[in-house]
């Protein structure tokens, strides 16, 4: 048996070697390609869970409530909506009492029909030497959508 290796053999060899190692190289960028596939569809969805939770947020009422300082033993009690959506049927109560809002002002002005976005109203507190530092605040609300939210809020003087 004559082995006469000649300089196509060569070739031969050195392109089967090649086209072996391209296509181990191919099938490592395809794990490649399909992994950032896997993070770029994943990042799309936590991009788009995002976005739909901002866009409900766009229909949401969120209010809100302090006391302000006006000078020495002057205080208000100001109530706002600082949602992206009107706040219809506003109304609040002190489930612990309250001995600084006289409650004539506060049937006065609430229930409220309608509160805007960035709309607030202030209620004058009257505190005396031994009332509380801090409420309990309850305010009930309708959202645009109709649906009545309520929230809790522990204000302090």
Excluded: C
């Excluded at 799309?44 to 209010?63: F, G, H, P, S, T």
């Amino acid at each position: 048996m004559n082995m006469n290796v000649s300089l196509t053999d060569f070739i031969s060899a050195g392109a089967l070697l090649l086209s072996i190692y391209a296509t181990l190289r191919a099938h490592s960028w395809k794990k490649e390609e399909s992994a950032f596939l896997d993070l770029q569809s994943k990042v799309n969805a936590l991009i788009l869970e995002k976005e739909q939770r901002e866009a409900a947020q766009i229909k949401l009422a969120d209010l809100g409530a302090n006391f302000i300082r006006l000078g020495n033993e002057k205080y208000r009690l100001k109530i706002f909506n600082k949602g992206k959506s009107a706040a219809s049927d506003v109304d609040l109560s002190f489930p612990d009492g309250n001995d600084v809002i006289p409650e004539k002002i506060i049937r006065d002005k609430f229930p409220m029909e309608l509160m805007e976005p960035g709309q607030s109203v202030e209620l004058i507190a009257a505190p005396s030497f031994g009332s509380r530092q801090k409420f309990a605040l309850l305010i009930r609300w309708n959202d645009s959508d109709g649906e009545m939210k309520e929230k809790t809020l522990y204000v302090t003087l």
